[in-house]
T-cell receptor, first 113, second 114 residues
Framework: ETGVTQSPTHLIKTRGQQVTLRCSSQ?????VSWYQQALGQGPQFIFQ???????GRGNFPPRFSGLQFPNYSSELNVNALELDDSALYLC????????????FGPGTRLTVT | AQTVTQSQPEMSVQEAETVTLSCTYD???????LFWYKQPPSRQMILVIR??????QNATENRFSVNFQKAAKSFSLKISDSQLGDTAMYFC???????????FGKGTKLSVKP
């Protein structure tokens, strides 16, 4: 069984740029959730995708957008990067709509300068 | 809105001893799930244990067990026979409602000392 993978591991971007983060879900899982984890904090929910449709969204602006592909992998796109976007971005996969038992990838550390 | 509170920012325990991490939550949902996740310095979030709210029996996974008090909205994690590899941040998380997201507490940093 393949676990959740994320790429890249680390990323450094300049304010105003755009970034795309990628996630491959655990085999057999059809739901992907994205979280932002600031230093010293718990993860904050960005959005969830189930069968290529957005199922729910947290309190993040529209410049945070996502996609889920037919193979259930997913992308997180962030436009017009701000310094406060610097964080660890975690992807989690699960099974079913509103699947709560979520398995996380290793995360992408994004630094915005 | 649901909230999760972890009131112990840091804890330490001697190797082989027992430690209990506290978590309280607030919700109006009747059907929900509670989780404890471990995040070591390598940063990958690992699911430690889960509890369904409708189950009265407390969940147990090897050295890890929970004390689920539904009326008090309390969900503590007990780690028995602590090992050096248990050193990590521990997050309590709530799952319920239609969005499918988890709501996390701020975490407790646990240090196991030799």
């Amino acid at each position: 069984e393949t676990g959740v993978t994320q790429s890249p591991t680390h990323l450094i971007k300049t304010r105003g740029q755009q970034v795309t983060l990628r996630c491959s879900s655990q085999s057999g899982h059809n739901t992907v959730s994205w979280y932002q984890q600031a230093l010293g904090q718990g993860p904050q929910f960005i959005f969830q995708y189930y069968r290529e449709e957005e199922n729910g969204r947290g309190n993040f602006p529209p410049r945070f957008s996502g996609l889920q592909f037919p193979n259930y992998s997913s992308e997180l796109n962030v436009n017009a990067l701000e310094l406060d976007d610097s964080a660890l971005y975690l992807c989690a996969s699960s099974l079913g709509l509103a699947g709560y038992e979520q398995y996380f990838g290793p995360g992408t550390r994004l630094t915005v300068t | 809105a649901q909230t999760v509170t972890q009131s112990q920012p840091e804890m330490s325990v001697q190797e082989a001893e027992t430690v209990t991490l506290s978590c309280t939550y607030d919700t109006s949902e009747s059907n929900y799930y509670l989780f404890w996740y471990k995040q070591p310095p390598s940063r990958q979030m690992i699911l430690v244990i889960r509890q369904e709210a409708y189950k009265q029996q407390n969940a147990t996974e090897n050295r890890f067990s929970v004390n689920f008090q539904k009326a008090a909205k309390s969900f503590s994690l007990k780690i028995s026979d602590s090992q050096l590899g248990d050193t990590a941040m521990y997050f309590c998380a709530f799952g319920g409602g239609s969005q499918g997201n988890l709501i996390f507490g701020k975490g407790t940093k646990l240090s196991v000392k030799p």
